[in-house]
């Protein structure tokens, strides 16, 4: 990347946390983690995958802009509101606008005939939304806005698990899903475990609706149990799961 795009992502960067910190859910994300490791975990996937480096890495940063209206599920008013955030950097190109807006909309929904951009950050963001880590993050989701309320019943337990097995079957990249095979062999045992993940459920939704942000949550899961699930959920919130399994490949960046 030149002096312009690293200049550029810093200011894209500080922005878009800001935004989900303050605006998101309320400001009840202040102090969420979730863009720094999508970036992470996207420039990890870049260095397997290729694409443009400074386009992937805008788009993980502004990925959930659109969270400051209430919800990302609708890819064009997705698209729209970034599109709109991204006018305020003056050294943005127009055609650079486009494609990041055009990535961060497909971010939920992914799809083949995106721009590998697209794909990519689809794909970290799926990451970041795997394993028990997701467990944890998708219980906020439902408790602060699919919801609206505690989840205890067993019935809140099979949306959760079927919501990240359909997200888990849409990762693109062949990097992504083995490392999604990775994180979410210890989640089996969470779903298969109901007694355990009904009650954990409904502790960590407890949490949600005092205002105690996902990596908080977990930090305390960590401390309340030693269940086999749990096993890396610490190196999900550190990212060092990537390193482990670039030694287990034998790989090196491109």
């Known amino acids: 990347m030149d002096s312009r795009e690293k200049e550029l992502l810093k200011k894209i960067g500080e ?32 260095e397997r995958e290729g694409g443009d480096e400074f386009l992937i890495l805008a788009t993980a940063w502004v990925h959930d802009v659109s969270l400051a209206q209430g919800d990302d599920s609708d890819p064009a008013k997705v698209e729209a509101f970034t599109m709109g955030f991204l006018r305020k950097f ?6 650079e606008s486009r494609m990041i807006a055009q990535c961060a909309g497909a971010h939920e929904t992914g799809g083949e005939d995106l721009p590998l951009e697209a794909r990519i950050v689809h794909d970290a963001d799926v990451l970041d939304k795997s394993g028990m880590l997701g467990v944890v993050r998708h219980i906020w989701k439902m408790t602060h ?22 997200r888990e079957g849409k990762l693109f ?5 083995n490392l999604g095979k990775i994180l979410n062999e210890p ?19 407890n949490l949600d609706q005092q205002g105690v942000i996902c990596e908080k949550v977990a930090e305390m899961l960590l401390k309340k149990s030693s269940h ?8 999900q919130l550190s990212c ?15």
């Open 90 to 95: 003056e050294a943005l190109s127009e055609a």
């Open 173 to 177: 990249s062949k990097t992504a899903r």
């Open 145 to 166: 806005m699919l919801k609206g309320r505690v989840l205890y019943t067993e019935k809140d337990l099979d949306e959760l698990r079927d919501h990240l097995t359909e």
């Open 240 to 254: 060092d799961f990537l390193s482990s399994f670039n030694n287990q490949e034998g790989e090196t960046p491109k």
């Open 15 to 46: 922005q878009a946390v800001r935004q989900l910190w303050r605006e998101a859910f309320g400001g009840k994300a202040h102090g969420s983690r979730h863009l720094y490791r999508v970036n992470r975990i996207a420039m990890y996937l870049w």
């Open 228 to 235: 086999p699930s749990l096993v890396l959920l610490k190196d």
């Open 187 to 205: 989640r089996k045992l969470f779903f298969g475990d109901r007694t355990f993940a009904v009650k954990t459920m409904t502790w960590i939704s």
